[in-house]
Nanobody
Framework: QLQASGGGLVQPGGSLRLSCAAS????????RAWFRQAPGKEREFVAA????????RYAGSVEGRFTISRDNAKNTMFLQMNSLKHEDTAVYYC??????????????????WGQGTQVTVSS
């Protein structure tokens, strides 16, 4: 199981750090990712990281502003979000695929999902 946290209300230009903690039942390695879903829109890819943490991928809309990372010793993944914009407002979901060590950017490839955490960017 995955537990996402760290969302909240922030002004444009501000920062937030999301966390995604995995239970002991979820292997610490494997592909992980963040997705988001805004009201009335489909869920979209945000960022992904390989099992070792050595490879990352980002959606073009967040490249250079967001940073994905992980701490396998604590079985936790993070998303540092800087220079937030109104269009970043969404529910953010973390996902895991413990049996795959590479990078996966499509939601269909993930078999574990967190409950989501709301990020609202508003002045």
């Amino acid at each position: 199981q995955l537990q996402a946290s760290g969302g909240g209300l922030v002004q444009p230009g501000g920062s937030l750090r999301l966390s995604c903690a995995a239970s002991r039942r979820t292997a610490s390695g494997g592909a992980r990712a963040w997705f988001r879903q805004a009201p009335g829109k489909e869920r979209e890819f945000v960022a992904a990281i390989s099992g070792s943490g050595g490879t990352t991928r980002y959606a073009g809309s967040v490249e250079g502003r967001f940073t994905i990372s992980r701490d396998n010793a604590k079985n936790t993944m993070f998303l540092q979000m800087n220079s937030l914009k109104h269009e970043d407002t969404a529910v953010y979901y973390c996902a895991a695929r413990p049996d795959y060590l590479g990078v996966l950017t499509q939601s269909i490839n993930y078999n574990y999902w967190g409950q989501g955490t709301q990020v609202t960017v508003s002045s």
